[in-house]
């Protein structure tokens, strides 16, 4: 059986300070910051946690399902969208992960856009 | 200077943060604070932010400054001798592009909480791997009483249905003498080597696909067909008491105790079933496995003996021999059959 990247890099202890970095740089970035406004810490600390371990193939699995009724009410843009993958990507490369596991956790991220965008009838994705 | 400037002045100096500025390309600094001159001492009064700074990686902070993205890593510095973790922020000052600001956080508060998680987190991980591993025991132990598909039928519903099985063949062993044996010899040496040949009954009938469902003081019973239906059953259970013969043959050849079984076997419907509350065990049930045990009562030591309703599923691949009409209690006329061996068809 190979590791998920959650194993490999370490498990839980490794994920919880890339989450740490993460959460500093969404809260930093101007594109999305706006998003995090009256959202309390504890939860969305602890929604990205398990859902970054999932991303790497870790325990605690998000179904779509779930992901579409938290981020429905949101209206998040594609462009907000596009600015967390980026921020993620940063992330784990400041965190020297390699570029194939980088790729990866992208990809994952990417497969879930559908269930998180609900910009309304705005151009479309390509 | 003005005033202004030189309050703006001892404001940096005083930060508890280590400051710098730097060039985006070539990574020189044209000012730093007292605490970043502190914490990133150097001999070279020229050294570039990367060679003061450790981890800090001179080609990725240029490719995000041009981007005007923020660059961000933890490290580790020694102060004074002793170990202080740092958080390292870099990110373009203004709208320059040639120009970047560094700014570094003491870290060990966020360091210290960060290794108490870590230990908890240890602590949970390994308890959840523990809580497995008797988990995996546990469905161990219960798949030795019980199949496989019984057993995630009381695992997602909590209980397990009686199944009817309209296709099984099954065999019934015991030995011949086993209380005068077990009077005669030593009961404890007799019963461990009860234990060694119901081990190899068990590793033969697996060998063949049947499984067996229970033992009772020397009785042996095994099955073909249940839970999972099986178009070879009667061929299964055929080969499985050949073998076991041809096994106790070879033992009483070798060994001074000689063990001598008969073996029935019939072919019919059966009930499946999961019995008991607090101590489980799988049972079968019905016509079938009666006429299963008449077989065996009625078989001569070290034979073989079954009815119609295998020998006609048997006929083709195994040699049997017809002893005739016999009246069963309770089933009326039977004629019945040796299982003699397999017919062996080479194929070139």
New interface residues.
């Given amino acids: 059986m190979t590791q998920s990247i959650f194993e490999r890099y370490g498990g839980f202890s490794v994920v919880s300070r890339v989450v740490s970095d993460f959460y500093r740089r969404v809260i930093d970035s101007p594109l999305v910051s706006d998003y995090f406004h009256g959202v309390d810490m504890r939860n969305l600390i602890d929604h990205q946690t398990k859902f970054i371990a999932t991303l790497m193939g870790g325990p605690a699995s998000y179904t779509n399902e779930h992901l579409a009724r938290v981020h429905a009410h949101l209206g998040i843009t594609d462009q907000a969208f596009n600015e967390i993958t980026i921020l993620m990507r940063e992330t784990l490369e400041d965190f020297d992960f390699d570029q194939t596991d980088i790729s990866s956790v992208h990809a994952e991220m990417m497969s879930r856009r559908p269930f998180i965008v609900f910009e309304p009838s705005t151009a479309g994705t390509t | 200077m003005t005033v202004e400037d030189g309050i703006i002045r001892q404001v940096v100096q005083s930060l508890s943060s280590a400051v710098a500025v730097a060039d985006t390309i070539s990574w020189e600094l044209s000012f730093e604070n007292a605490l970043f001159f502190s914490w990133f001492e150097s001999t070279d009064e020229h050294a570039t932010a990367d060679q003061r700074i450790p981890g800090f990686k001179a080609d990725?902070a240029s490719a995000?400054m041009k981007e005007n993205?923020?660059?961000?890593?933890?490290t580790v510095i020694e102060v004074r001798g002793r170990e202080l973790p740092i958080r390292v922020e870099v990110r373009r000052l203004a709208d320059s592009e040639e120009v970047a600001l560094i700014e570094c956080t003491d870290a060990s508060k966020?360091q210290e909480i960060?290794y108490m998680?870590?230990s908890y987190?240890?602590l949970?991980?390994r308890n959840a791997r523990e809580l497995q591993k008797e988990r995996d025991r546990v469905e161990k132990l219960l798949l030795n009483i019980m199949p496989r598909a019984v057993f995630d039928e009381l695992k997602d519903y909590g209980t397990a249905t009686p199944q009817r099985f309209e296709e099984a063949t099954i065999l019934m062993l015991d030995f011949v003498g086993f209380t005068d044996m077990a009077v005669a010899s030593d009961p404890s040496a007799i019963i461990s080597e009860l234990n060694d040949i119901f081990s190899s009954f068990d590793r033969i009938a697996e060998t063949f696909g049947a499984e067996r469902i229970k033992t009772i003081g020397d009785a042996y019973m095994a099955v073909s067909g249940v839970p999972e239906a099986n178009p070879d059953h009667a061929a299964n259970i055929a080969r499985t008491a050949l073998r076991i013969r041809r096994y106790l043959e070879r033992r009483n050849a070798a060994h001074p105790q000689e063990w001598r079984a008969r073996i029935g076997i019939n072919t019919g419907p059966v009930i499946g079933s999961l019995v008991g509350v607090q101590r489980y065990v799988y049972d079968l049930f019905g016509p079938g496995v009666n006429l299963a045990a008449r077989m065996e009562t009625i078989s001569d030591p070290m034979q073989i003996t079954l009815n119609e309703a295998t020998a006609s599923l048997l006929e083709d691949d195994f040699v049997l021999s017809e002893l005739g009409e016999f009246e069963i209690k309770g089933f009326g006329s039977q004629r019945l059959f040796r299982l003699e061996s397999e017919i062996r068809s080479f194929r070139v």
């Fill in positions: 990725r995000r993205r923020p660059y961000g890593f933890d966020v960060q998680l870590d987190s240890t949970a991980e």
